[in-house]
């Protein structure tokens, strides 16, 4: 979790350098083959999953790091060969915008914190992708969207499993009536977190499950049934009240409905291991399990229908093919697979969702 303390940050410019007007600075930028991210947030996502990924990928490349512990920045810059110009703390995080060297700012800090950093570097110039979920509120994800569209960047969610081709494969053949009419999806995500004083455990920075797991589960259903859901309830809990403090929610289950007429059951938990997604048509079913695990997705079709989805991959392959994806997309002008609208909607199912626990009614979702 970052402290916002301030280093000393070695850059090639020095004393109170102008920074350049993002439109300035975007003409000058030569054409590139290969573009440099900085991970800002040097937690065990961009440690262990994203900067080894990043070794791996052909369209882009660890160009920089953005973080408030100095003992981290000497670590990455020593195992990464990351030049001192390329290293930034919170307080310096904006001269970014004069650094030819970076062209996409990966935000992977606590959901809390999305909205500032997302702004500050589209208002710096730099293409911007950003960790799941996209946002604690809506409004703050349309000003993501909004400061990355005005600015002329790229805004990219951290979606993984669109990427995935298992799941590209599964939903695929949903779409062409493999099983018929979509009637009923039953989706879970969960694990048992032990930690207690991790920011997932902090309302204030963006916790419970819903907005981390439950991600996870409101993807399962609407891919699946390829519809957004008109209305929800929901029912959370907590069996750690000394961890998920104040009503924050350790477990939450949730019931959509669709325009179809297809219902979906999602929960999602830190208290308990699960990963599936069943899905139910009028001429078979589909089982994915593990549904969105990172050591690999895996599934297949049944009860009048038949095939194996199962592509094999090695970590962190998903998260490799994720950046290249993007950066992919940026270098040829062309959309981004999940765009920051995709993140807007999930966030206001989830919005849709606390309010139906709260209230115990049905919330509908406009």
Same mark, same amino acid.
């Given at each position: 979790?970052?402290t916002r303390?301030?280093?000393?940050?070695?850059?090639?410019?020095?004393?109170?350098a102008?920074i350049?007007?993002?439109a300035?600075?975007s003409?000058?930028?030569?054409?590139k083959d290969?573009?440099?991210?900085?991970l800002?947030g040097?937690g065990?996502y961009s440690?262990d999953?994203?900067a080894?990924a990043?070794q791996q990928t052909?369209?882009?490349y660890l160009?920089?790091?953005v973080?408030?512990?100095?003992?981290?920045?000497?670590?990455?810059k020593k195992?990464y060969?990351?030049?001192?110009?390329?290293?930034?703390?919170y307080?310096?995080?904006?001269?970014?915008?004069?650094?030819?060297?970076?062209?996409?700012?990966y935000v992977v800090?606590?959901?809390?914190?999305?909205?500032e950093?997302?702004?500050?570097?589209a208002?710096a110039g730099?293409?911007?992708?950003?960790?799941k979920?996209?946002?604690v509120?809506a409004?703050e994800?349309?000003?993501?969207i909004?400061?990355c569209?005005?600015?002329k960047v790229?805004?990219a969610?951290?979606?993984?499993?669109?990427h995935?081709?298992?799941?590209?494969?599964?939903v695929r053949?949903?779409?062409?009536?493999?099983?018929g009419k979509?009637?009923l999806?039953?989706?879970?995500a969960?694990?048992?977190?032990s930690?207690t004083?991790?920011w997932k455990?902090?309302?204030?920075m963006?916790? +419970?499950v819903?907005?981390?797991?439950? %991600?996870?589960v409101l993807?399962? =259903?609407r891919l699946?049934?390829? &519809?957004?859901p @008109?209305?929800?309830t929901a029912?959370?809990?907590?069996?750690?009240?000394?961890?998920?403090?104040?009503?924050?929610?350790?477990?939450?289950m949730?019931?959509l409905?669709?325009p179809?007429?297809a219902?979906?059951a999602?929960?999602?938990s830190?208290?308990?291991?699960?990963n599936?997604?069943h899905v139910t048509?009028?001429?078979g079913?589909?089982?994915?399990?593990p549904y969105?695990?990172y050591?690999?997705?895996?599934g297949?079709?049944?009860d009048g229908?038949?095939g194996k989805?199962?592509?094999?991959?090695?970590v962190?392959?998903?998260q490799?093919?994720?950046?290249?994806?993007?950066?992919?997309?940026?270098?040829?002008?062309?959309?981004?697979?999940?765009?920051?609208e995709? +993140?807007?909607r999930?966030i206001k199912? %989830?919005e849709?969702?606390?309010? =139906?626990?709260?209230?115990?009614? &049905?919330?509908k @979702?406009g």
């Amino acid at each position: 979790m970052p402290t916002r303390r301030s280093f000393l940050h070695t850059t090639a410019l020095t004393g109170a350098a102008a920074i350049l007007p993002n439109a300035l600075w975007s003409a000058t930028r030569p054409a590139k083959d290969k573009l440099g991210v900085a991970l800002v947030g040097l937690g065990y996502y961009s440690t262990d999953l994203l900067a080894p990924a990043l070794q791996q990928t052909n369209n882009c490349y660890l160009a920089g790091i953005v973080t408030g512990t100095p003992a981290k920045a000497e670590k990455w810059k020593k195992q990464y060969n990351i030049p001192d110009k390329n290293i930034y703390s919170y307080q310096t995080f904006d001269q970014v915008a004069n650094n030819p060297d970076i062209d996409v700012i990966y935000v992977v800090l606590p959901p809390s914190m999305h909205e500032e950093y997302v702004v500050r570097a589209a208002k710096a110039g730099k293409h911007v992708w950003v960790e799941k979920p996209m946002a604690v509120t809506a409004k703050e994800c349309q000003n993501m969207i909004d400061a990355c569209r005005k600015n002329k960047v790229s805004l990219a969610v951290g979606y993984r499993l669109h990427h995935e081709p298992n799941t590209q494969e599964y939903v695929r053949a949903l779409r062409n009536g493999k099983i018929g009419k979509i009637q009923l999806v039953s989706c879970s995500a969960g694990y048992y977190d032990s930690r207690t004083d991790h920011w997932k455990q902090k309302k204030e920075m963006g916790g +419970g499950v819903m907005y981390d797991m439950g %991600v996870y589960v409101l993807q399962g =259903a609407r891919l699946a049934t390829g &519809e957004e859901p @008109i209305a929800v309830t929901a029912q959370q809990f907590t069996a750690r009240p000394n961890v998920y403090k104040n009503g924050l929610d350790e477990t939450s289950m949730a019931q959509l409905i669709f325009p179809s007429g297809a219902r979906a059951a999602v929960q999602s938990s830190y208290g308990m291991n699960m990963n599936f997604l069943h899905v139910t048509g009028s001429k078979g079913t589909l089982e994915m399990a593990p549904y969105s695990a990172y050591n690999g997705v895996k599934g297949e079709f049944m009860d009048g229908a038949s095939g194996k989805i199962d592509h094999p991959y090695e970590v962190p392959w998903q998260q490799a093919k994720q950046m290249d994806d993007d950066a992919d997309a940026i270098l040829k002008n062309k959309p981004v697979l999940v765009p920051g609208e995709e +993140g807007l909607r999930d966030i206001k199912i %989830v919005e849709a969702i606390y309010q =139906a626990a709260r209230t115990g009614r &049905e919330v509908k @979702i406009g």
